[in-house]
């Protein structure tokens, strides 16, 4: 590690720097309650208690963001929770902090070569925020069914699965919300949205643990409450009374058949014509109910793939990120080794605001930013290489003028190094931008000198003479004009 103090190379276990003597007793401290937190993170990760396992991992790079293993693991619980953005985002930045022995370069290099899994991922963002957007606008049958199609593609999103049962909550369709929530609960056990839904979900219904609490608490009936005890045996004697109102039963019922059913039934007879005319209209009205459904349903698909087409050409944002972060680590790599310029043109197209992380932030300042002092230097070496390739010089001064755009020395040099390989049509443009940048210094005045020349204005005498007078260009580059200009 490094020391706090003084910056020097440490060993990971000393309590005192071996260089300036500095106490690093807090830091061997900060580093034991860093991997405890992530030893309970793994822990909870194990028994997929994810939500509580992300809480722990946070504490403990809150405690010492350089713990590797923490912020990796981190990245592979948001993996395994659907949110593989912020997963990469970890990954990304736990292989700048740590670049030697990091299993995050693993990670980084499995899911970037899985192209098929890249792909489904930004779809099922896409599809996401469109559903969050009809969702929030109260469309809710087209965000359910764009919320289908996201869970099928990755069922371990839980902000999608979410959602999806929150907006089946709200079309009462209880049984299918709780399906899927138990399905989330089997990935993330402990996820307090999850138990605060089911319970909601419980509530409305009363089933599930509540109702099974309920009929727990309900006292038990006896099963023999309503048994009687059975009297003594007696015989009973034969009679006549139980035939009797046997035939009795018979001619009341047939009194009644002919009273009140036969009636009854003729009149049924009659309106069964009626009836069938009804039932025939309302199968008609049915079927114009359901050809005007179908239309609709039509409409709503064309404007379903509209929708995500749209969405699928506007939304590479997660894409971009990684390729900004990539940028940035390499440029900070070519910074360490010295190669500051190729740094800062590592990073020439990118922003401050391309990068979410304050650390980040803080390193694309660094290595985007070069003093006049370092930009003289650069210039200076630039002017001396031409002396020995102009190819070489010319890359390093285009990549000065992406760094320093519109500098008048760097559109100097750069039309001397065409000029000097024959290019006249750069040569000239270069010294026209030269000239038009500032008037009166030697880098104007010799632009003007060697477009003259160019155009044919002068001869070749006042080009040695004027030659002579620039201080700016030594012997070498001098000759190496000269016999350039003999060539032409």
């Not at 807090?26 to 405890?36: A, D, M, N, P």
């Not at 109260?138 to 979410?162: C, E, M, T, W, Y």
């Not at 590479?316 to 190669?339: F, H």
């Not at 000065?400 to 390989?421: D, E, F, T, W």
Request: hydrophobic share 35%; net charge neutral.
């Amino acid at each position: 590690m490094k020391c706090p103090v003084c910056g020097a190379k440490v060993a990971d276990n000393v309590y005192q720097c071996s260089f300036c003597g500095s106490d690093l007793s807090v830091i061997q401290y900060l580093k034991r309650v860093s991997g405890t937190y992530y030893n309970i993170g793994l822990e909870r990760a194990r028994v997929r208690d994810l939500t509580g396992s992300v809480e722990v991992l946070k504490k403990s790079l809150r405690f010492y963001k350089e713990n590797k293993d923490a912020r990796n693991l981190l990245g592979l619980v948001y993996y395994e929770m659907g949110e593989i953005t912020a997963a990469l985002s970890e990954w990304v930045l736990s292989k700048y902090l740590a670049p030697e022995k990091n299993n995050a370069d693993y990670y980084i290099d499995t899911l970037q070569k899985n192209t098929v899994a890249v792909d489904a991922t930004d779809q099922t963002i896409k599809k996401y925020n469109a559903a969050l957007q009809s969702a929030q606008s109260g469309n809710a049958d087209l965000a359910i069914i764009q919320l289908k199609k996201v869970v099928s593609l990755n069922p371990h999103f839980i902000r999608a699965a979410h959602l999806l049962s929150l907006l089946y909550m709200k079309e009462k369709e209880y049984a299918k919300a709780e399906k899927l929530l138990q399905r989330v609960r089997k990935i993330d056990t402990n996820n307090t949205t999850t138990l605060r839904y089911l319970k909601e979900i419980y509530e409305e219904t009363g089933g599930g643990e509540i109702h099974d609490k309920a009929k727990k608490s309900k006292p038990k009936k006896d099963p023999l409450e309503n048994v009687k005890p059975v009297g003594a045996y007696r015989e009973e004697k034969k009679s006549l009374m139980p035939f009797m109102y046997l035939v009795i039963g018979l001619v009341v019922g047939i009194a009644v058949t002919f009273v009140l059913i036969r009636p009854t039934l003729m009149k049924n007879s009659m309106d069964q014509g009626s009836e069938i005319a009804d039932v025939n209209e309302k199968i008609s009205v049915k079927d114009t109910q359901i050809s005007a459904m179908e239309g609709e349903k039509e409409d709503l698909q064309n404007q379903i793939n509209e929708l995500q087409e749209k969405i699928k050409n506007n939304d590479t944002k997660a894409q971009k990120e990684a390729e900004n972060y990539e940028k940035l680590l390499k440029a900070v790599s070519m910074y360490i080794a010295g190669d500051k310029l190729g740094a800062m043109s590592m990073v020439s197209e990118c922003s401050k605001k391309d990068f979410a992380l304050k650390e980040a932030k803080s390193l694309y300042t660094t290595v985007s930013t070069i003093t006049d002092q370092e930009l003289t230097a650069l210039i200076t070496k630039a002017r001396e290489t031409i002396n020995t390739s102009y190819d070489e010089a010319l890359s390093q001064l285009k990549a000065l003028n992406k760094v320093a755009p519109n500098n008048q020395k760097i559109m100097y040099l750069m039309g001397r190094c065409y000029h000097y390989k024959g290019d006249k049509k750069k040569a000239k443009k270069y010294y026209e931008k030269a000239i038009a940048i500032a008037s009166g210094t030697e880098e104007a005045v010799q632009s003007q000198r060697y477009l003259d020349e160019l155009n044919g204005k002068r001869a070749a005498e006042d080009t040695t003479e004027a030659e002579g007078n620039n201080e700016g260009e030594n012997e070498g580059e001098d000759n190496a004009g000269d016999n350039e200009d003999t060539e032409e």
